[in-house]
């Protein structure tokens, strides 16, 4: 099994039984259906080619208008989008696979021309991220720009945005998704909340450590309160940096909220090594910490490659590997890791926005020239 044979094994996640250890991770491709930003037919097959991954989670899916930074992004916040979603669940599952939906809110990163009535985007503090990005659809056509400078967010407006939370799971197990990830990661919103230099709140919500941990264990308990906590992950990423994210205490900040996924019996925690984005990589001191602090399943993604991976799970610091960029390129990674096939390349023009080319074209082996 060519040295993977650790990512081959089959793994209980939560409620789930995989059929091995390869993860789909959550990736971002712009490609839902206008207007409404709404899942459709495109999607569905495009998921439905990687089912044989042991879990495939959903790209970022915002649970509000409020929450998206990027055109062409789909919501799990209307009729549309649940209907569309349906159509991805149902496709998934008739190919033998299990989906995760990963809910996300962006904060500060987003601009005016995402917003509803053209508002500035929200945020811990009103503190621009000066680095930032938005995705935006302009006269000429869509674009990257720089993001908005955000206002911060009232005390008494948080409660809403975890009913949001609450409501976006809801719709996502009404669609006929196996699990749910909150995205606590990548400095959108509730990383923003975590982080010593984007939160300067003076509230319940800012200051001590604990505070600024309060509003990701309240989305927590709601995705819990809504689906049971064997049916709920969380995805982190101590040490990441883009996005102007700059965390004093980030590690202290993760294993703190490990103890909290441990003593909520979270299903599975999903880790990102930021040192693929410029972050510093996370020590295996750190992994044996998390493992201490954390004894439910881990999920490991970042610039893994087969090898890697299967040793992490052989170490004993993760129980599963995600991976990207190689699911972009290969909907059939289960069996070229399995036979220690080559690889496709992935077209990084393709990855954000478009059709089919770059999305559902990517060959298989059988299909590939000899």
Do not use: K
Request: with cysteine; aromatic share 8%; hydrophobic share 40%.
């Amino acid at each position: 099994m060519h040295g993977t044979s650790a990512l081959l094994r089959p793994l209980r996640l939560g409620r789930l039984e995989l059929p091995n250890r390869i993860v789909m991770a959550p990736l971002t491709r712009s490609r839902a259906s206008q207007p409404g930003d709404v899942p459709g037919e495109m999607n569905a097959r495009y998921y439905a080619q990687r089912a044989a991954a042991g879990l495939i989670v959903s790209e970022a899916t915002q649970v509000s208008r409020q929450g998206q930074g990027y055109a062409f992004t789909p919501g799990m916040y209307t009729d549309a989008q649940e209907r569309g979603w349906r159509l991805v669940t149902d496709a998934v599952h008739a190919a033998g696979g299990r989906i995760a939906a990963q809910l996300w809110h962006v904060g500060r990163i987003s601009h005016h021309l995402l917003q509803q009535h053209g508002e500035p985007p929200v945020a811990p503090s009103a503190l621009r991220a000066e680095h930032g990005e938005a995705f935006v659809v302009l006269p000429e056509g869509p674009r990257r720009v720089p993001c908005d400078a955000p206002r911060e967010l009232r005390t008494e407006e948080i409660p809403g945005i975890i009913a949001d939370y609450a409501h976006a799971a809801e719709r996502a197990l009404r669609a006929g998704f196996d699990m749910l990830e909150l995205h606590s990661a990548n400095g959108y919103l509730l990383h923003q909340f975590l982080a010593t230099n984007s939160n300067l709140r003076s509230d319940r919500y800012g200051g001590s450590l604990h505070n600024r941990a309060r509003i990701v264990l309240e989305a927590v308990d709601a995705l819990i309160g809504v689906a049971g906590a064997d049916r709920v992950g969380v995805r982190i990423s101590p040490h990441f940096t883009r996005h102007d994210i700059a965390d004093e205490q980030t590690e202290q900040m993760h294993l703190y909220l490990a103890g909290e996924f441990e003593r909520r019996g979270v299903a599975y925690v999903h880790t990102v090594d930021s040192a693929w984005s410029g972050g510093i990589a996370l020590s295996d001191a750190f992994h044996a910490e998390l493992r201490r602090a954390y004894s439910g399943r881990i999920i490991v993604c970042g610039g893994y490659d087969a090898a890697r991976g299967a040793a992490r799970i052989e170490q004993g610091l993760a129980d599963a590997v995600a991976y990207g960029r190689a699911f972009i390129a290969n909907p059939d990674l289960v069996r070229r890791l399995r036979e220690g096939a080559g690889l496709n390349t992935p077209d990084p023009s393709t990855f954000y926005g478009g059709a089919e080319h770059g999305y559902l074209d990517y060959p298989t082996l059988e299909q590939a020239p000899a």
